[in-house]
């Protein structure tokens, strides 16, 4: 999957209606039709139907600028914000990405400003928290939610282990421990159905894109060209 990540420990990103406000603004499948040529999804999360865990019946956060606006305003921004919206400097894919995402963002009052960061120093400084807003990818290769979602939202995975959002919270935390010690598959399902119920809520990140076959995942690694292997986690 291809992610949109937001620094949950940080200004404006500590604040969930900002998360959502940006998520809700961005035409997920525009980027999908545009940029993939409608290769895979626009995705519903970290997981999609190919990986064990997969809950299709959720509905995602969806498209409204017009509520964007609306929460913006709540949030205190009813005249608009800048930020910084950081990607590694040698990939197209993600700069075409940004450049999509900052227009659709000035039609709410968000200006962004695209930072290209050489790939090294970008995983050093998203992995530090010293990103507002950052694009990055992941494969779950195991076919399994824990491998796609422990490493991403427990609070102990913060930084370099793939929790680049610094999201915690305790709920997440024990769903996530639960499943992870559980051999009942039924159990394991609805224990992450709730995470991915309580994330689409809480918007750490904003999942762009998954890949819907073998095919495409290879199609998309070759694209990206670069990846990271960290504590035995394959971060893009």
Do not use: C
Request: proline share 3%.
């Amino acid at each position: 999957m291809t992610y949109i990540g937001f620094n949950t420990e940080a200004e404006p990103f500590d604040d969930v209606r900002v998360r959502q406000a940006v998520s809700l603004a961005v035409d997920n499948d525009t980027l999908v039709e545009g940029i993939y040529e409608g290769y895979g999804t626009a995705a519903k999360g970290p997981i999609n139907d190919l990986t064990f865990g997969f809950d299709d019946g959720l509905d995602d956060i969806g498209y409204d600028p017009d509520r964007a606006r609306e929460l913006l305003e709540e949030a205190g921004y009813e005249d608009g914000l800048d930020i910084t919206f950081s990607m590694n400097s040698d990939n197209p894919i993600r700069q075409q990405t940004a450049e999509i995402v900052q227009d659709q963002l000035s039609e709410i009052g968000i200006n962004a400003t695209l930072e290209n960061v050489e790939w090294g120093a970008y995983l050093d400084q998203t992995g530090a928290g010293n990103s507002q807003m950052f694009i990055l990818g992941w494969v779950t290769v195991t076919g399994d939610a824990d491998y796609g979602m422990y490493s991403l939202f427990h609070s102990s995975q913060h930084g370099d282990p793939g929790n680049r959002s610094f999201y915690t919270n305790e709920e997440v935390d024990e769903l996530l421990d639960q499943a992870r010690q559980s051999t009942d598959d039924a159990e394991r399902e609805d224990l992450y159905s709730q995470v991915q119920e309580i994330l689409i809520e809480e918007a750490p990140m904003f999942i762009r894109f998954s890949m819907t076959s073998v095919s495409e995942l290879l199609i998309q690694l070759k694209a990206l060209s670069k990846y990271q292997t960290v504590n035995s986690t394959y971060l893009m």
